[in-house]
């Protein structure tokens, strides 16, 4: 059975370039987002499905992420899609993540 968590990283570190170094599994960011969604997660809770949803439920996305890069950083580009509030979930084996983000017009 999945417990669904919703994560606020204790702790986080801006690098000098910007770059986001250390945040739990499901902090998301850029939100709003404009060009594109980036999710932080693990390489150990992989393999990990990312769905999205409109606010009014409609699936508008699914992605099964096997490996992660080295920032374990997974991007979704969303500059197609149409500015308003969208819901994440992310779930694995040991655990299901929410969030919502919102999408504004370039």
Same mark, same amino acid.
């Given at each position: ?5 919703? +994560? ?9 370039? /910007?770059?986001?170094?250390? &945040? /739990? !599994? /499901?902090?998301?960011? +850029? @939100? !709003? ?18 769905? &999205?949803?409109?606010? *009014? /439920?409609? *699936? ?6 096997? #490996? &992660? @890069?080295?920032?374990?950083?997974? #991007?979704?580009?969303? +500059?197609?899609? *149409?500015?308003?509030?969208?819901? &994440?979930?992310?779930? @694995? ?11 504004? !017009?370039?």
């Amino acid at each position: 059975a999945f417990r669904t968590t919703y +994560h606020y990283p204790r702790e986080y570190t801006l690098c000098k370039a /910007g770059t986001i170094s250390t &945040l /739990g !599994p /499901g902090w998301l960011y +850029h @939100n !709003p987002a404009v060009e594109a969604i980036k999710i932080v997660l693990s390489n150990e809770g992989a393999p990990w499905e990312i769905s &999205l949803f409109t606010v *009014k /439920g409609e *699936k508008v996305g699914f992605y099964k992420v096997l #490996e &992660l @890069n080295d920032d374990e950083v997974y #991007e979704i580009a969303v +500059h197609s899609w *149409k500015p308003g509030t969208y819901v &994440l979930r992310i779930r @694995n084996d040991e655990e299901s993540i929410v969030r919502k983000f919102v999408i504004m !017009p370039d």
